[in-house]
């Protein structure tokens, strides 16, 4: 109940939230009661396709909807200035998700705009909270003191929501079966983040070796090419 009273501050001031969960049934869950409460969530997890999640993202910051869900929101590339609330579920439930470091860098989604929090819902103190919560405000202490003497006003990042990849009923480079070469000169690498980037690498890489063996070799030397220009960037 307290989390819905967070979000609903975040709403009327048409800022941005993000829940992160253990699970992915939590996640979808969560969403679910969410909408119930007449609250525009979504969730993202593992089962959620590359582009689709690169749509889900942008749509947060169009403010299509307020909340967004996770579980492992670190290897997202987050990086979401509207943000002004991370709640983390089950803090006390030690594991990856819950250790010292993801902890913090969980924590850190909140540092890009000026008015950002985090709220830690558990039971117990663990050391693991106690240790992300005491360097947090370590790293705080040191930057205020930074900023003060160096008169520095704190201000919410800007960053300029990107592109579209492509439309999102049209074929996609990650996750279909079927290669579509149109897109080695239509996609814009701008769009993609470093997650992304690795991932349409490996697809591109395994297509390679597949035109390669079904002798077409010029496509197949067109994507060695491109995935050069990827890496490069």
Same mark, same amino acid.
């Given at each position: 109940?307290?989390?819905?009273?967070?979000?609903?501050?975040? &709403?009327?001031? @048409?800022?941005?939230?993000?829940?992160?969960?253990?699970?992915?049934?939590?996640?979808?869950?969560?969403?679910?009661?969410?909408?119930?409460?007449?609250? *525009?969530?979504?969730?993202?997890?593992?089962?959620?396709?590359?582009?689709?999640?690169?749509?889900?993202?942008?749509?947060?910051?169009?403010? *299509?909807?307020?909340?967004?869900?996770?579980?492992?929101?670190?290897?997202?590339?987050?990086?979401?200035?509207?943000?002004?609330?991370?709640?983390?579920?089950?803090?006390?439930?030690?594991?990856?998700?819950?250790?010292?470091?993801?902890?913090?860098?969980?924590?850190?989604?909140?540092?890009?705009?000026?008015?950002?929090?985090?709220?830690?819902?558990?039971?117990?103190?663990?050391?693991?909270? *106690?240790?992300? &919560?005491?360097?947090?405000?370590?790293?705080?202490?040191?930057? &205020?003191?930074?900023?003060?003497?160096?008169?520095?006003?704190?201000?919410?990042?800007?960053?300029?929501?990107?592109?579209?990849?492509?439309?999102?009923?049209?074929?996609?480079?990650?996750?279909? @079966?079927?290669?579509?070469? @149109?897109?080695?000169?239509?996609?814009?690498?701008?769009?993609?983040?470093?997650?992304?980037?690795?991932?349409?690498?490996?697809?591109?890489?395994?297509?390679?070796?597949?035109?390669?063996?079904?002798?077409?070799?010029?496509?197949?030397?067109?994507?060695?090419?491109?995935?050069?220009?990827?890496?490069?960037?």
């Amino acid at each position: 109940q307290d989390l819905i009273l967070e979000i609903e501050k975040r &709403v009327k001031l @048409r800022e941005k939230v993000l829940v992160t969960t253990l699970t992915k049934k939590m996640a979808e869950d969560l969403s679910s009661y969410l909408k119930e409460k007449k609250i *525009n969530a979504a969730y993202l997890h593992s089962d959620v396709k590359t582009l689709e999640r690169s749509n889900i993202l942008e749509n947060l910051r169009k403010g *299509n909807f307020d909340v967004l869900i996770g579980v492992n929101l670190l290897r997202e590339g987050l990086d979401l200035p509207e943000v002004t609330l991370v709640a983390i579920l089950d803090a006390d439930k030690e594991g990856f998700l819950r250790s010292r470091t993801s902890l913090i860098q969980t924590m850190g989604r909140a540092a890009r705009n000026i008015t950002g929090q985090v709220i830690i819902y558990a039971d117990i103190m663990t050391k693991s909270i *106690n240790e992300a &919560v005491g360097e947090i405000n370590r790293r705080r202490k040191y930057q &205020v003191e930074y900023n003060t003497k160096h008169k520095i006003t704190p201000k919410t990042i800007y960053k300029p929501i990107r592109e579209k990849i492509v439309d999102q009923d049209e074929k996609s480079l990650f996750y279909d @079966r079927d290669f579509d070469s @149109r897109y080695l000169d239509e996609m814009n690498m701008d769009s993609l983040t470093p997650f992304d980037k690795k991932k349409l690498v490996k697809k591109m890489e395994r297509e390679m070796k597949n035109q390669a063996e079904n002798l077409n070799f010029e496509l197949a030397i067109r994507i060695r090419e491109r995935v050069k220009e990827i890496v490069k960037d």
